[in-house]
Nanobody, 120 residues
Framework: QVQLVESEGGLVQPGGSMRLSCAASGNIFRVNAMGWYRQAPGKQRELVARITSGGNTNYADSVKGRFTISRDNAKNTVYLQMNTLKPEDTAVYYC??????????????WGKGTLVTVSS
């Protein structure tokens, strides 16, 4: 089986920055695309950013220019650098990864989620 372990979020003031990380471990043959999703209070889960194994990225319009997704393939780890944070960024952030196991089957896996609160 595969596990995704996210770093802890926390409280940050508006205009501040925070970096999240997520490391995949377990029965991994290859990590394909990785991404970050979030669910704000009273809202549906939405894609924040996604990065392919080749480094191609996609961002939600609401975070373009402020957030940067990156990955370290040697560590099976994805990062989300969040700058100029706004109160509307407050949400539970979930790591996602599409992973090929040694069974040679691709499946999506999810982290447990970490709460990021942007407030003064």
């Amino acid at each position: 089986q595969v596990q995704l372990v996210e770093s802890e979020g926390g409280l940050v003031q508006p205009g501040g920055s925070m970096r999240l990380s997520c490391a995949a471990s377990g029965n991994i043959f290859r990590v394909n695309a990785m991404g970050w999703y979030r669910q704000a209070p009273g809202k549906q889960r939405e894609l924040v950013a996604r990065i392919t194994s080749g480094g191609n990225t996609n961002y939600a319009d609401s975070v373009k220019g402020r957030f940067t997704i990156s990955r370290d393939n040697a560590k099976n780890t994805v990062y989300l650098q969040m700058n100029t944070l706004k109160p509307e960024d407050t949400a539970v952030y979930y790591c996602n990864a599409n992973i090929r196991t040694y069974l040679l089957v691709d499946e999506d896996y999810w982290g447990k989620g970490t709460l990021v609160t942007v407030s003064s």
